[in-house]
């Protein structure tokens, strides 16, 4: 199509879904025989949320999606187009979306997986919006980020356990007004560091065996000061590569959600580059380190919190095995309309948004 017919891809709506169970430091810390005060002081993370046995990651993310379709008030059968974002699959294959599509009913959406780790969900959403802009049929999509890493976590490993949990969280992605939704975006990849996150066994190079389930070797292992170098090294670079693209100055931004990976370090990002705090929005402590979840659960939160408006230029930060990372510009087209109770209450109830009550989940038409 012509340049100047390109649609502007924004977010319509967003929802999000932590499992029920909380695992908190004091009992992490009692098997691990450490003080619960050095998880805080090394972490800044408090609990984590743990899924349950019955659960798949499938299972979280549809939960998520149900909510971020009924904010966006579109019905699972209008999806052309479902991503999920994860490196905790139910399955090697098929793909885990296309369990989601099954759960929702979303008889007429594509469906497909993308593993970027930690950056799924900015990659997902740039290339997603990417698709819709050179699609003119591809009208709707869904983008979930979703993750479970309690099932992959070494829990006599204080290096990794104590920095991970489950969780997902979603976007519904439509046609917005010109120069409002998705301004710009940046992806990148550096493939010769893919021994700094890893689970080494498991795949096509190494299959599952007797030796290496004795090994350990189909636990998360992780170079924790290889990862936060890496961080503290790409994070100002993205923020800079990507407001240069989009033609904006730090200073245009009103809300910047990058993925939760640690507190510690995310307060070092920040104090580098001297952005006061009220700019950034955490749900580390809360929810902690959910891989592809973290972004979209949070930002789910923070619409649910009121701080994100009409008009808001919002910037999406993440980082993650591969190693990955990238960044996105997002002028925010959607209101308030994030569900009002926390992303662990039971589907089904009902629930406000902007002063209207809807119900969540089980009474949505993704539920039908």
């Not at 990651?57 to 971020?68: C, F, N, V, Y």
């Not at 059968?77 to 090697?92: C, N």
């Not at 070797?217 to 993205?238: A, K, L, N, Q």
Request: aromatic share 6%.
């Amino acid at each position: 199509m012509p340049w100047e017919d390109v649609p502007s891809i924004g977010v319509l709506g967003t929802g999000s879904y932590v499992p029920e169970r909380v695992l908190d430091n004091a009992a992490l810390a009692a098997s691990l025989d450490v003080d619960q005060s050095w998880i805080v002081h090394k972490t800044g993370i408090r609990q984590r949320r743990i899924a349950a046995a019955h659960e798949a990651t499938s299972d979280l993310a549809t939960r998520a999606a149900q909510r971020a379709l009924v904010a966006a008030g579109v019905h699972p059968r209008d999806l052309d187009l479902i991503v999920v974002a994860t490196s905790s699959p139910d399955w090697v294959q098929p793909a885990t979306a296309c369990a989601v599509q099954a759960n929702l009913g979303a008889t007429r959406a594509a469906a497909v997986d993308m593993n970027a780790v930690c950056a799924g969900f900015v990659y997902a959403l740039a290339l997603t919006s990417s698709t819709m802009r050179g699609d003119s049929a591809c009208r709707l999509a869904l983008v979930i980020g979703a993750d479970i890493y309690s099932r992959v976590l070494d829990y006599q490993d204080r290096r990794t356990c104590i920095l991970f949990g489950d969780g997902a969280g979603a976007a519904v992605l439509g046609r917005v007004p010109e120069g409002k939704g998705i301004l710009a975006s940046s992806l990148h990849a550096d493939g010769t560091r893919v021994h700094c996150v890893q689970l080494p066994a498991g795949g096509s190079r190494k299959p599952a065996t007797a030796e290496t389930v004795a090994a350990g070797e189909h636990f998360f292992r992780m170079d924790g000061r290889s990862v936060r170098d890496f961080v503290m090294e790409t994070f100002p670079e993205i923020v800079r590569c990507v407001l240069d693209r989009a033609g904006h100055q730090l200073h245009d931004v009103d809300l910047i959600i990058p993925h939760q990976a640690n507190l510690e370090i995310l307060e070092a990002c920040r104090r580098h580059r001297s952005l006061p705090s009220e700019r950034l929005h955490y749900t580390v402590e809360r929810y902690i380190n959910t891989g592809a979840g973290s972004i979209p659960i949070t930002l789910d939160d923070a619409v649910r919190a009121g701080r994100v408006r009409t008009g808001a230029l919002i910037l999406f930060v993440g980082f993650g095995g591969g190693l990955t990372w990238g960044g996105l510009l997002l002028r925010w087209t959607a209101g308030p309309t994030g569900c009002a109770h926390p992303p662990s209450v039971s589907a089904g109830r009902a629930c406000s948004a902007n002063g209207q009550e809807h119900h969540c989940a089980d009474d949505s038409p993704a539920a039908q």
